[in-house]
């Protein structure tokens, strides 16, 4: 059981627009920033949003993130068959004295 | 062009040890804050530990479930992180990641990783 929720699964068609949620707690989601990772299959993850809605440089602009109170949300419009992967938001937690991630969304593109 | 590269992984027996190098190339190793990372078969990424660079105090820090089995260390002089296992359990299971901490104009941001190696394997069974 992750400490942070997420759906386990999203999908769209190529150009929609999808968002992920991440659902937390005062001590994590609710006091600290969010970050938001990529996992392509067989690959590692690579940092998509920091600071709850900041983008890495060459991260397109087609991925945002946002936060309100203690849930967090990454929406990637423009949907494009290579999103197709797994999705972890990730938060330090005051209480565990570490960062914790979400359980991990795996999107799937139609 | 930034590199880690992790080795040392493989099959290990219920309470045995294991040491995982990473190494590193491509930025200046000695003041960088590192992470592992570990994501078992199917699941999920777990934080599993941190160190800071000496220039910060080289202090660790270690998730829950790898506190008093587990030690991060590093040789500045090697470019080389490593991730000491002992008393392995079936539940260590995973690949294993090393990770760069991002730091800027004096700040390091500890979930912020922008580099990441390619994993090795460790597989905790009898």
């Known amino acids: 059981q992750s400490v942070l929720n997420q759906p386990p699964s999203a999908s769209g068609t190529p150009g929609q627009r999808v968002t992920i949620s991440c659902s937390g707690s005062?001590?994590?989601?609710?006091?600290?920033?969010v970050y938001w990772y990529q996992q392509l299959p067989g690959t590692a993850p690579k940092l998509l949003i920091y600071?709850?809605?900041q983008r890495p440089s060459g991260v397109p602009d087609r991925f945002s993130g946002s936060k309100s109170g203690t849930s967090a949300s990454l929406a990637i419009s423009g949907l494009r068959s290579e999103d197709e992967g797994d999705y972890y938001c990730a938060a330090w937690d005051d209480s565990l004295s570490g960062p914790v991630f979400g359980g991990g969304t795996k999107l799937t593109v139609l | 062009e930034v590199q880690l590269v992790e080795s040392g992984g493989g099959l290990v027996k219920p309470g045995g040890s294991l040491r995982l190098s990473c190494a590193a190339s491509?930025?200046?190793?000695?003041?960088?804050?590192m992470t592992w990372v570990r994501q078992a078969p199917g699941k999920g990424l777990e934080w599993v530990g941190r160190i800071k660079s000496k220039t910060d105090g080289g202090a660790t820090d270690y998730a829950a479930p790898v506190k008093g089995r587990f030690t991060i260390s590093r040789d500045d002089s090697k470019n080389t992180l490593y991730l000491q296992m002992n008393s392995l359990k079936t539940e260590d299971t995973a690949v294993y990641y090393c990770?760069?901490?991002?730091?800027?104009?004096?700040?390091?941001?500890?979930?912020?990783?922008?580099?990441w190696g390619q994993g090795t394997l460790v597989t905790v069974s009898s």
């Open positions: 990770t760069k901490v991002h730091c800027s104009g004096g700040n390091c941001y500890s979930l912020y990783f922008d580099y």
């Open positions: 005062s001590s994590n989601i609710g006091s600290n920033n």
């Open positions: 600071g709850n809605n």
């Open positions: 491509g930025f200046t190793f000695i003041n960088a804050w």
